[in-house]
Every structure is written in C-alpha cells, then in structure tokens.
Antibody, heavy 122, light 109 residues
Framework: EVQLVESGGGLVKPGGSLRLSCAAS????????INWVRQAPGKGLEWVSS????????HYADSLKGRFTISRDNAKNSVYLQMNSLRAEDTAVYYCARHLTDFWSGPDAFDVWGQGTVVTVS | EIVLTQSPGTLSLSSGERATLSCRAS???????LAWYQQRPGQAPRLLIY???NRATGIPDRFSGSGSGTDFTLTISRLEPEDFAMYFC??????????FGGGTKVEMK
C-alpha cells in the first residue's frame, strides 16, 4: 500500500522548536518530490515547503521567513521538517504529500497524503 | 502570487442533486495547472481532479472539472451521501509558491 505517515507533532511553547518526520512506504520514494502542507484549526490548506528527489530543489512559502528547514533521507524513505522560532500562528495539522508526477521537481498536484500530525504552539 | 477565490462558501444540497463549485484565479493561469481536492471531517485531503479536467485514480465519473483562464468549475453530477465534504482548488503553476482556495463546504440540505 502506498503510504505516508507523519510523526513528531506535539505541544511546544512559543519560540521553541520541533522536528516533524514523514515516513514513506509502498512506492519508490527517491523518485518523488515531497511536500509539507498545513491546515490551521477550522481553516484552509497552506503549502509550506517542497523538496525534490535529490534535494537539489527546495522551496518554502514566503510566510515562513527562514524559520523552517526541509530535508530528506532517501536511504530511510523519509522527509523531515525542522521548525524553529515557533509562533502561535504555526498551530496546525501538518501533512506531508507526494507529487503526482515522478521525477518532476516543479509544482504539481498531490496524489498521496499522510494522515497529518498536530502541532500546537502555546 | 496567484490568489484563488472559491464560491460559494457553503452549498446546501440534497443527495441526487447536482453541485457546481467555482474557483476563480486573480490572474489567468491558462488551462492546465489546476487541481481539486475533497476533504472529509478528520481526514486528509484527497485528490479528485488534476490538470483542470483529469480525474485522479479511483475517482468516480460523477466528478468532473472544467475551465480555463481565471474561471474553473468542479461539478458533481449527482451527490452521493459520501460527497458532503469540503472542497479545495489548488493552482500549481510553473514555480512556487503553490496556492489553495479557501474552500467550499457542500452540506446536506
């Protein structure tokens, strides 16, 4: 089964840090760009970051202002999101999501999503 | 950055009825890089439509997408009970950032 599973969420104080993980299974992980998307309580979806297959292309939402860092380890079939200087407005469910198209580093639709991990900054 | 505006905010319909959801872009995005997602309460989003009108794997043919330029539409031909949910459009142009619309809730009348 094609699957993404997030972990690492939790309660953190403002100014603190958290590292989220996204573990993939059921597909050739190294062939796909992976994204992080977040959803604040009762709100819509917000794209956060993306990382290409070899980590050569990394992009972030402008609103993050350098506080978040995405990385991946293809040997471990995992993507990570290091979040620093957390603010109340970062409170959200964080999803990792796979690009629809393999070997494509540009923007794309997302065809596989994890169940999400909850980050609460308070 | 392209802003996507979805309307209406809420659509109240009955099972078997036709649902028409709108997504308007702040500038022309051509006829290709637009997707639609369904999100049921407590679940992750699910890709329904990509490249404006292509159904994703396993999506029933009662879901269809259309449009070009700045105006795009998701149509559900006959609502099933499981279709009552939130729907989001997404633009994925030639370069980041990607943008999502604010969503339309399809609720049971």
């Amino acid at each position: 089964e094609v699957q993404l599973v997030e972990s690492g969420g939790g309660l953190v104080k403002p100014g603190g840090s958290l590292r989220l993980s996204c573990a993939a299974s059921g597909f050739t992980f190294s062939s796909y760009t992976i994204n992080w998307v977040r959803q604040a309580p009762g709100k819509g979806l917000e794209w956060v970051s993306s990382i290409s297959t070899t980590s050569a292309y990394i992009h972030y939402a402008d609103s993050l202002k350098g506080r978040f860092t995405i990385s991946r380890d293809n040997a471990k079939n995992s993507v990570y999101l290091q979040m620093n200087s957390l603010r109340a407005e970062d409170t959200a469910v964080y999803y990792c999501a796979r690009h629809l198209t393999d070997f494509w580093s540009g923007p794309d639709a997302f065809d596989v999503w994890g169940q999400g991990t909850v980050v609460t900054v308070s | 950055e392209i802003v996507l505006t979805q309307s209406p905010g809420t659509l109240s319909l009955s099972s078997g009825e036709r649902a028409t959801l709108s997504c308007r872009a702040s500038q022309s995005i051509g006829s290709r890089y637009l997707a639609w997602y369904q999100q049921r309460p407590g679940q992750a989003p699910r890709l329904l439509i990509y490249a404006v009108s292509n159904r994703a794997t396993g999506i029933p043919d009662r879901f269809s997408g259309s449009g070009s330029g700045t105006d795009f539409t998701l149509t559900i031909s006959r609502l099933e009970p499981e279709d009552f949910a939130m729907y989001f459009c997404q633009h994925y142009g030639s370069s980041p950032p990607l943008s999502f619309g604010g969503g339309t809730k399809v609720e049971m009348k």
